[in-house]
Every structure is written in C-alpha cells, then in structure tokens.
T-cell receptor, first 116, second 112 residues
C-alpha cells in the first residue's frame, strides 16, 4: 500500500502567490516524522521542513510551513510569496519510529513551476 | 559546517562492471542511509547504517552492498552493473531517530 500520496504531478503558480502542495500519508505507527524536500534540476535533495507526529504546533521555516492535520493524515506544504527559484520538484516523505532502520518513504513528487 | 558530501558526482560505467560510491555524513551524525532515485520517481531506500552496523536493507538484490567506517563515512558498492542501475544515488545522514535527515548532492550513475 502506498504510504505517501502526492496527488498533484505538476502545478503552475504565478510569482508572489502562495502555494499549497498536498500530501497524505498512511501509517499505523503512533510516532513518526514527516518531511518535505525540494529537488532542483541539479538533483540535490534539499531539506525544507520537518514535523513530528507529537508536535502540537505546525512546523514553520521561513516561507515554508507545514499544515499538519493528524486526524486526516494530511501534511500539506505551504510556500508563501513564491519566487522563481522555488521552481523544482517537491517530495513529501515519512519516517516511522517503529522501523529500526530509520528508512524514509517518499511520495512521487509534485513538480512546481513558478511563472514570472 | 560541511553538509553531506558524496563522490563522485557523475560516473559512467559499462554493463557488468562494479562501482563504488562514497559518502561523508555531517559531522556528529552517526546514521547514514543510501537511496536510489530513478528518473521520474521518488528515492527508494537501499541501506541504513548506524555505528557501523547495518540496520536495514530495502528491496534490492545482493549485488548491492555497503559498509560504514569508524569515522561514519560510508561506501555503496554495486556489482555486475545492469542498465537498470542507472540512477541518482543519494546518501543521507541524520543524528539518529525520528528527526531531520539531510541529503548529499548525489552521484549520477549511468550504465551503458
């Protein structure tokens, strides 16, 4: 069963607008972590933001915030005031604490295009 | 502070050859994981090492092996290369546990 679902293969957004990238997850573990990564065409996987399952506040990092809705198993990434440099592939990912190996499971990604 | 570093950045190999990829984690991080990312997909977990011990292996054949050294750096070896092994290989380091994980820039392997 797919554990991370990103339903938007691609998105086009006007520069300076806010963007919401959708992510839903599936786990039976009570303790887990959720990640968002940005991957530009260079290939490097850039860490953006992390949310622990027991964190009561939504995580924020600069222009990035994670809209964590635990009951809905949703972890959407919000980018405020988008910039041309935000054009990239974005991956939602999860790590379950019950896994001894700390493996991270990735979604298929959303390609974001910021239009000038 | 130096991030996760991987070498080489690009590599071209012939079918049947063997390849070794290298990774140096962030200073202080004892956990290193390897991922394979084929074009158009998200990364897939290959191995995780912590304190030189293999903690997990993904669904990859025995041609894939890895090890971690006392300084926590790691090598990924792939034997008898196939065309399908062409991918971006990413290394991630983390301090352990359910926390952030940071990736290197990757090694792009092309098998011809």
């Amino acid at each position: 069963a797919q554990k991370i679902t990103q339903t938007q293969p691609g998105m086009f957004v006007q520069e300076k607008e806010a963007v919401t990238l959708d992510c839903t997850y599936d786990t039976s573990d009570q303790s887990y972590g959720l990640f968002w990564y940005k991957q530009p065409s260079s290939g490097e996987m850039i860490f953006l933001i992390y949310q622990g399952s027991y964190d009561e506040q939504n995580a924020t990092e600069g222009r990035y915030s994670l809209n964590f809705q635990k009951a809905r198993k949703s972890a959407n990434l919000v980018i405020s005031a988008s910039q041309l440099g935000d054009s990239a592939m974005y991956f939602c990912a999860m790590r379950e604490a019950m896994n001894r190996d700390d493996k991270i499971i990735f979604g298929k990604g959303t390609r974001l295009h910021i239009l000038p | 502070d130096a991030g996760v570093t991987q070498s080489p950045t690009h590599l071209i190999k012939t079918r049947g050859q063997q390849v070794t990829l290298r990774c140096s984690p962030i200073s202080g991080h004892k956990s290193v994981s390897w991922y394979q990312q084929v074009l158009g997909q998200g990364p897939q977990f290959i191995f995780q090492y912590y304190e030189k011990e293999e903690r997990g292996r993904g669904n990859f054949p025995d041609r894939f092996s890895a090890r971690q050294f006392p300084n926590y750096s790691s090598e990924l070896n792939v034997n008898a290369l196939l065309l399908g092994d062409s991918a971006l290989y990413l290394c991630a380091s983390s301090p352990r546990g359910n926390t952030e994980a940071f990736f290197g820039q990757g090694t792009r392997l092309t098998v011809v």
